[in-house]
């Protein structure tokens, strides 16, 4: 009997979710008013075509001003170009290009995302914003429009928001927000090479006066928009191309030094050893404990309460994505050890309460071990929330785009949290924002097998004709 049941329910609920995915089957009967060949077509040809500028063979890989990077963003400049945007690259490495519309002193509305990569990427993150946003003012462009919008709008190609480089994300936006400061020009990446000199090495020379003259003047900005791949499962599991972004997670990334005493692995006793890479695995497991159940670690106190931990507890997320020692070879106890850490959540509070426990428990297992430690913060963004209005009208255009595209009258648009950081948040201090989720495939990404479906494409940049068309 209760195996009967159990078929019962996967019965009905196969079709109810059959039925909800069945009004998103994209109709034919629009084609030629939907704009196929430029929204859907031609913006896959050039994500895929995007995908394949990398600085790694065998893998898709694009960091701050590399030499994919600087020929990714000489692409998308041509693609600007071709919309009839007109394009320059700022003192930064980010590809601008602007439509002046009907008035070229009112307010402008940007439009953004980054071209660059984590190792190891997929083709969609970044990319499928700024593309979808070209390929809408393409459209424009092709009904003769372009000209008559109210307000100016400028699509931006940040160089760098994942932070590989230089362990420092929302270079590029952050300048233009005005929040990046000055001593961010002299960070080394691994080499040894610092952003400045990443700069000239591309023929841009920029001083610290430059970096401050690229703040956008807030009277001068309507707002800015984000189009990005959720990196999530939500959509995907409720059977929605869309949906709109309510906010996004603080974050905290850390960059953690274990020192010990290096020794020969096999003269020195187990009971005598100072061993940097042992602590460090011990605060690793630490660190994922404390994430896990933050309700073990942290009490009712001033420092947190009942709605804090229940917080924590939805969406606290911590990541070890990179470990080193030296000098790193298999028969020598390491003398230092470094990893990094990534901790984000919801409540900015929260976040701050379990990063002093984390410090505690941290000191005390290095003093236990006989080892040094040093953290240091190498970015803080706290938590934003998308701006009401904005996200409103982003709504509408989802609801107009997918009705439009299926012919049926659609459910609500799901409104969602993000947990990845977006660019969205260091704009958050020029200007107003909202952001659009498109579905992506398993809710993977950060990896090759990040994938979005051509018809959510198709969605996303019709989503953005309809915004422009309605409210710009």
Same mark, same amino acid.
């Given at each position: 009997m209760a195996i009967s049941s159990s078929i019962l329910f996967c019965y009905l609920l196969c079709s109810v979710l059959s039925n909800v995915a069945s009004s998103f089957m994209y109709s034919d009967d629009r084609r030629d008013v939907l704009f196929p060949q430029i929204l859907k077509e031609e913006a896959v040809t050039r994500l895929d075509e995007l995908g394949k500028v990398s600085d790694a063979n065998g893998y898709l890989q694009r960091t701050f001003m590399s030499p994919a990077s600087v020929r990714a &963003?000489?692409?998308?400049?041509?693609?600007?170009?071709? =919309?009839?945007?007109?394009?320059?690259?700022?003192?930064?490495?980010? $590809?601008h290009g602007r439509v002046e519309g009907l008035n070229a002193s009112?307010?402008?509305?940007?439009?953004?995302?980054?071209?660059?990569?984590?190792?190891? =990427? &997929?083709?969609?993150?970044?990319?499928? &914003?700024?593309?979808?946003?070209?390929? =809408?003012?393409? $459209?424009?462009?092709?009904?003769g429009k372009l000209g008559k919008l109210k307000r100016p709008v400028e699509v931006i190609a940040f160089s760098d928001e994942e932070g590989v480089r230089f362990q420092s994300t929302f270079l590029g936006s952050a300048a233009l927000a005005g929040i990046l400061p000055v001593s961010a020009l002299r960070v080394s990446d691994k080499s040894g090479v610092t952003v400045l000199d990443a700069l000239r090495e591309n023929s841009i020379d920029i001083a610290e006066e430059s970096l401050l003259q690229l703040k956008y003047d807030p009277a001068s900005v309507w707002g800015y928009i984000e189009v990005h791949i959720e990196q999530g499962p939500v959509l995907e599991w409720v059977g929605f191309p869309l949906g709109v972004v309510q906010g996004i997670a603080g974050q905290t990334r850390l960059k953690v030094t274990v020192r010990g005493s290096q020794g020969h692995a096999g003269t020195v006793p187990m009971s005598m050893r100072q061993d940097p890479m042992t602590a460090a695995a011990e605060l690793i497991v630490l660190l994922e404990r404390l994430c896990k159940h933050p309700k073990d670690f942290l009490s009712y106190d001033g420092r947190s309460n009942g709605s804090t931990l229940e917080s924590l507890s939805s969406s606290l997320v911590c990541t070890v994505g990179e470990i080193s020692s030296w000098p790193s070879a298999s028969n020598v106890i390491p003398g230092e050890v470094t990893f990094t850490v990534d901790l984000r959540a919801i409540d900015d509070a929260g976040r701050e309460t379990v990063l002093y426990e984390l410090s505690n428990q941290l000191y005390q297992i290095c003093e236990k071990r006989s080892v040094s430690c040093i953290v240091e913060r190498k970015h803080d963004a706290n938590a934003v929330m998308c701006d009401g209005d904005l996200s409103s009208q982003l709504k509408s255009a989802s609801y107009a785009a997918l009705k439009r595209l299926t012919g049926a009258t659609q459910h609500e648009i799901p409104v969602i949290m993000s947990g990845a950081g977006h660019d969205a948040m260091a704009m958050s201090h020029l200007t107003k924002v909202g952001m659009l989720f498109v579905r992506c495939r398993g809710g993977i990404s950060h990896s090759p097998a990040e994938h979005v479906l051509d018809d959510d494409v198709w969605a996303a940049g019709l989503a953005v004709l309809a915004f422009l068309e309605t409210h710009v």
């Open positions: &963003g000489n692409l998308i400049r041509q693609w600007m170009e071709d =919309a009839g945007l007109r394009t320059w690259v700022d003192h930064l490495g980010n $590809v009112a307010q402008a509305l940007l439009i953004g995302s980054h071209l660059d990569t984590v190792v190891d =990427a &997929g083709i969609f993150d970044g990319s499928l &914003g700024i593309i979808t946003a070209i390929s =809408a003012l393409k $459209v424009l462009k092709s009904t």
